[in-house]
């Protein structure tokens, strides 16, 4: 059991450390930026999501709109995503080839200038059977009305 815990947490750090790193630079150069929000569902076969926002000016905002907006803001807002999920699907994989089962949700603040890393996890199954989405509700349910608006 201890060497399951041990690679279980080797891949929860590889891919965290991923996720943030890719936010850091996305909102890099990007003024009053106080933290990233990563939140991701991994249970619905086929409806897998990640989100990312950022606290900037005391509003959590998704990744478009906290660079500013425009076609440029969107376009690497949408690259940002898209290597969002090929992190999480590379971990996931890690996790099938060792046999630990894989968290179903993922929520995750840092806190830039402090460096302050909360990660929270969960394998309650939620969405699967329901017919919802994760991706509709889970900022939401995290975040309450903190959470980032379209």
Wanted: hydrophobic letters at 40%.
């Amino acid at each position: 059991m201890a060497a399951s815990a041990e690679v279980e947490q080797e891949i929860l750090r590889d891919l965290i450390s991923k996720w943030i790193s890719l936010g850091l630079e996305y909102i890099s150069g990007t003024e009053g930026v106080r933290a990233i929000y990563i939140y991701a569902a991994n249970e619905v076969p086929g409806s897998t999501y990640v989100g990312i926002a950022f606290e900037k000016d005391g509003e959590i905002q998704y990744p478009a709109r906290a660079r500013g907006g425009g076609s440029q803001a969107t376009n690497l807002s949408a690259h940002l995503i898209k290597l969002l999920f090929e992190d999480l699907a590379e971990a996931r994989h890690s996790f099938e080839e060792t046999g630990v089962p894989p968290p179903t949700e993922y929520r995750v603040y840092f806190e830039i200038g402090t460096r302050k890393l909360d990660v929270q996890l969960s394998r309650e199954i939620i969405y699967r059977g329901t017919g919802k989405a994760p991706s509709v509700d889970g900022f939401t349910l995290w975040l309450g009305d903190r959470a980032p608006k379209l």
